[in-house]
């Protein structure tokens, strides 16, 4: 600019005070506005699921009677189920497919690779409408089709085109996750286990796949999430009788506003904000949360598995497969017993604040696998 | 079986990369092509297509029609389509001036905060990331409904006589979105005026730039980055948006996602939807990839 001041102008100390003053006030009021947009209206949205009346508006008392009318819808529960069952198996799948392209894509020099990588970036860019409606297109107007001419079967939409859609979406996410744990790895630590004589294999299994595990599992974490939130892929790709959760509750919100809602909002924010927060403690690195949650989750299922052997036997409702099932959940006390001492050793490593996160961890997740459960078999 | 995936690296490699490889070109770019082929067709006459295949162009050219053939009754609205895509477009810049106009100072104000409430403001913003983008959306909904809190507290104050129609308009829908992804323009601003020197605002003020000159002339140039960031990454998603329109909105503020959409509900044109389908994701692409070229890697690692 050809105006650059030559002269330094001198501003009253008093004038500038008051401005600075000015300034930080209009950033704090703006700061302050902005967190209570985005937080009073979850905050209403807890205050009004305890609410003993039908109002959103007027709060008359407090009453968990919401919460029991959720716990007895069946409808609700049989979409919970459903969400649940996809989310387990769209996690398996995409965690061990997602892992593998990762180790190939960060470990391996091919052609293609970068075309094939940004095409891995695609279905977390695109609009998730245009993802939703080419699998209804491939489904209906393709695969269909050339089942039935092929082989003479007749295919339907359902959960299982669910799963296989978030199993597409959620590929990628588990792909970034675990290749930028990758990206940080030391390979000098898998050159020192060849040294000592480990062979490739087992180089992998007892320093490659144990660094890698907070990567893994903050991947499987968010790809559930993603699949339990998922509304609009599932819209395009579900069958005519099986909904899931986000279906049920974009029926209702469509509808109306009502207290359930708010109940069954309150519940899920509850959950996925568990699930996420987990998600993230071990992408934090520490194997101590990754151990804990190992931990959590076999004392939830061996838990699960004892009380309800009890309460089926007093009732006289065990049959031989429930009795085998709950036995499997059982062995959750020896998975826990087997976490239990590697957690121990980290625990003694960790600074008393990560000590009482790690704790929490463990609660957490048995608490999720207990609910899992819970689900699942009732 | 071991020893020869452990000699051979291309069978090691194959290994590793076909079931990602096969599930995402078969349950990913195959249905995008299958989308391509049916935009190119003549659409059936009780939905699907018509079978065998007629190959026309039709489906992009009705975007451009001055006629709506598809909605019920032959009216004849300007440009109806490619005036919602227009629409869409301005909501979508509407929603990202504000989310980054909201935003900027927002990050500012983090950024100079202590350590300690600094880590906590951010952990405010990054919330709502977590949580289901429905139960967000239901939340301020019930907020703005007209039996809801907001209009009950206004009659309560004697401001207004009867409840307002806060819900199902063009401001539900601003508003809902601007909800829904201002923490994707607070993140990546954050990140970049969290690493810009401050000394250098007190440089320009000692060499006698007043405050809104050496924040135009050094701070906004420096965190341009950051703010370009939020823009893609609030435009890109607002603009194909289907939930908050279609809960907001209440059916009666039509966006491109919700138009897409209807043409596989209740108007039953799926080449037609196909092709919408096809032009937003080119949009959204021509976005993504002009952001990826302007932004250096470490910009986009920081983020």
Redesign the interface.
Same mark, same amino acid.
């Not at chain 2, 603009?239 to 939930?243: T, Y």
């Given at each position: 600019m050809s105006t650059r001041?030559t002269?330094?102008?001198v501003y009253p100390r008093q004038q500038v005070r008051l401005?600075t003053r000015i300034?930080n006030w209009?950033?704090?009021t703006?700061?302050a506005l902005?967190?209570g947009?985005?937080?009073?209206?979850?905050l209403?949205?807890i205050i009004?699921s305890f609410n003993n009346t039908r109002?959103?508006?007027?709060f008359t008392g407090f009453s968990t009677q919401w919460y029991s009318t959720l716990a007895q819808n069946v409808e609700l529960l049989d979409a919970a189920r459903n969400s649940l069952l996809v989310g387990l198996i769209t996690t398996i799948v995409s965690t061990?497919?997602?892992t593998?392209?990762a180790?190939?894509?960060e470990r391996?020099r091919?052609r293609l690779r970068t075309t094939?990588d940004a095409?891995?970036y695609?279905?977390i860019?695109?609009?998730?409408? &245009?993802?939703g409606?080419?699998?209804?297109?491939?489904f209906?107007?393709?695969l269909f089709p050339f089942l039935q001419n092929a082989f003479g079967i007749r295919g339907t939409t359902g959960l299982h085109t669910i799963t296989?859609?978030h199993?597409?979406?959620d590929?990628?996410f588990v792909?970034v996750i675990v290749r930028a744990r990758l990206a940080d790895f030391d390979r000098s630590l898998e050159e020192a286990a060849a040294d000592l004589g480990a062979?490739?294999?087992q180089t992998f299994k007892r320093v490659t796949l144990p660094l890698l595990m907070p990567g893994i599992i903050g991947g499987a974490l968010m790809a559930f999430?993603l699949s339990l939130?998922d509304?609009?892929i599932t819209a395009?790709t579900k069958g005519i009788r099986e909904q899931t959760m986000?279906l049920y509750?974009?029926s209702l919100?469509?509808r109306? &506003?009502t207290p359930e809602?708010?109940a069954l909002?309150t519940a899920?924010?509850v959950g996925?904000?568990g699930?996420?927060?987990l998600s993230l403690t071990a992408q934090s690195g520490g194997q101590v949360y990754t151990r804990g949650m190992s931990l959590g989750a076999g004392i939830g299922l061996g838990l699960f598995g004892l009380i309800s052997i009890f309460t089926l036997f007093s009732t006289g409702a065990l049959t031989v497969v429930g009795l085998v099932v709950r036995l499997i959940l059982l062995t959750g006390f020896l998975w826990a017993g087997r976490s239990y001492s590697g957690y121990r050793e980290e625990l003694a490593e960790t600074n008393p604040s990560g000590r009482a996160l790690a704790w929490i961890t463990v609660f957490i997740a048995a608490g999720a696998a207990w609910l899992s459960a819970l689900l699942l078999l009732a | 079986m071991?020893n020869f995936f452990?000699r051979n690296?291309g069978w /090691?490699?194959f290994g590793?990369?076909s079931? *990602?490889?096969l599930?995402?070109l078969l $349950? !990913?770019?195959?249905?995008?092509l299958?989308?391509l082929f049916?935009s190119f067709v003549e659409r059936g006459r009780a939905g699907?297509?018509k079978l065998p295949p007629v190959y026309t162009i039709e489906n992009y050219r009705q975007l451009f029609n001055a006629c709506a053939s598809a909605f019920s009754g032959p009216e004849c609205d300007s440009f109806l389509y490619i005036g919602i895509f227009g629409h869409s477009m301005r909501i979508a810049l509407v929603v990202t001036f504000w989310c980054i106009a909201?935003?900027y100072?927002?990050s500012? $104000?983090?950024s100079?905060q202590k350590p300690i409430w600094r880590d906590a403001?951010m952990i #405010?913003v990054i919330?709502? !990331?977590?949580?289901?983008?429905?139960?967000?959306?239901?939340?301020?909904? /019930?907020?703005l409904?007209t039996? *809801?809190?907001l209009?009950?507290f206004l009659m309560g104050l004697h401001l207004i006589n009867q409840p307002l129609e806060l819900l199902f308009n063009e401001f539900a829908v601003v508003i809902g979105l601007i909800?829904g992804y201002?923490?994707f323009a607070v993140l990546p601003m954050y990140a970049s005026i969290e690493k810009f020197d401050h000394s250098l605002m007190e440089a320009a003020a000692?060499?006698?730039?007043?405050?809104w000159r050496a924040f135009l002339r050094v701070m906004l140039p420096m965190t341009l980055p950051g703010v370009i960031a939020a823009l893609v990454l609030v435009f890109?998603?607002v603009?194909?948006? !289907?939930?908050t329109p279609?809960?907001m909105g209440g059916g009666k503020i039509e966006m491109i996602?919700t138009l897409?959409?209807r043409q !596989?509900g209740v108007s039953r044109n799926?080449p037609f939807?196909?092709s919408m389908?096809?032009v #937003?994701?080119l949009m959204?692409?021509i976005g993504?990839i002009a952001y990826f070229r302007s932004s250096s890697e470490e910009t986009r690692r920081a983020m």
């Open positions: 001041s002269v330094f102008p401005r300034g209009l950033l704090g703006n700061a902005v967190f947009f985005l937080y009073l209206p979850v209403i949205l009004f109002s959103v508006a007027v061990l497919i997602g593998l392209t180790l190939a894509m391996y091919f094939f095409n891995l695609l279905p860019v695109i609009p998730e409408i &245009v993802m409606i080419a699998l209804l297109l491939f209906n107007q393709a296989i859609s199993i597409a979406f590929i990628p792909y062979d490739e294999w999430t939130d509304y609009l395009f986000p509750i974009y919100v469509r109306g &506003v809602i708010n909002s899920l924010l996925s904000i699930l996420v927060g | 071991l452990r690296k /090691q490699l590793l990369i079931p *990602g490889a599930w995402i $349950f !990913f770019n195959l249905p995008l299958i989308v049916i699907g297509i909201v935003g100072p927002l500012y $104000f983090i100079k403001l #405010l919330i709502p !990331f977590w949580t289901n983008f429905l139960v967000r959306t239901y939340a301020l909904k /019930q907020v409904a039996e *809801g809190l209009n009950s909800y201002l923490p000692d060499l006698g730039a007043p405050p890109v998603p603009v194909g948006a !289907f939930i279609d809960i996602g897409i959409n !596989f799926w939807g196909s389908s096809l #937003l994701m959204v692409l993504v």
